[in-house]
């Protein structure tokens, strides 16, 4: 996938040639390309800012750099224009699994208070946001998005780790990870996942999926469908939650 990005800050995309993307990068899954936009600017003084009409804090960025920067981006290369901004559509798993499907992507990042309007008017296709908070500009948020996306580019991962976005993607969190040592400071590994027997694993895992949604996500537990086996493992999570409950109370 090659991903062209509109910036003033192009040096702020560093951080992508380390680690899992890096190889992505090198292994040619994946190529960056950041534009700077300043570079298009015809200001004199290379300005891309102006004060905004009406008045207000802040400046705003002009049309006249973006929209020649993103001529040149477009020049033989047909992908979809997405612009990071709070105004956007939050940024999803199934959307950064869509996105990724793409051959090419434009990502704008914007700066200041905002962009001129007839500039986003001429080339957006979407707006993304990354979360209800305003950075100080659509950098990091690209660089969010990227990474969301690129793990699910076939060969970035390896097969391992596409299995526990599927959980993510039925609206559900994943189990806790163990590994060795079985005992750690005298806590113990769960005995389901040492007991070899994978049918009890599965279950533990599931039943953990399904109990760490309800704790940390009941916004996405409530939009659930349980099967009737999620239905029997809550129950038996339940009786013996209760259990232990009145054990504790029996103890005082
Ligand atoms: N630019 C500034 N804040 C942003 C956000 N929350 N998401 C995407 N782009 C942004």
């Known amino acids: 996938m090659r991903i062209k990005l509109l910036t003033l800050f192009p040096e702020m995309f560093a951080p992508l040639s380390a680690s899992i993307l890096g190889r992505a ?8 390309e950041p534009i700077d936009i300043r570079a298009f600017t015809k200001d004199k003084h290379r300005r891309c800012d102006d004060s905004p ?7 705003v960025l002009t049309a006249q750099p ?10 033989g290369f047909a992908a979809r224009r997405v612009l990071l901004s709070p105004k956007g559509r939050t940024l999803t798993q199934k959307r950064a699994t869509e996105l990724a499907k793409e051959e090419g992507l434009i990502l704008i990042c914007g700066h200041y208070e905002g962009i001129d309007q007839r500039a986003i008017d001429l080339w957006v296709d979407e707006e993304i946001s990354i979360g209800d908070y305003v950075l100080t500009g ?3 948020a690209a660089m969010v998005l990227i990474d969301a996306l ?4 076939p060969g970035v991962l390896g097969d391992g780790a596409s299995a526990s976005e599927e959980s993510f993607m039925e609206g559900l969190l994943e189990y806790p990870h163990y590994t060795r040592p079985a005992e750690f400071l005298g806590l113990s590994a769960p005995e389901e996942l040492l007991s070899g027997a994978h049918k009890r694993i599965e279950s533990w895992r599931r039943e953990k999926m399904l ?3 309800r704790e940390k996500r009941p916004d996405l537990f409530a939009g659930l469908e349980l099967s009737f086996d999620d239905r029997v493992l809550l129950g038996l999570e339940e009786k013996r939650r209760r259990r232990s409950q009145n054990r504790e109370a029996n103890e005082e």
């Open 53 to 59: 009409f009406g008045g207000g804090p802040g400046m």
């Open 66 to 75: 973006l929209h020649d920067a993103l001529l040149h981006a477009t020049r």
């Open 150 to 153: 690129a793990r699910h580019i």
């Open 25 to 32: 990068e090198k292994a040619g899954l994946l190529s960056l």
């Open 138 to 140: 659509g950098e990091l």
């Open 211 to 213: 109990t760490e949604t």
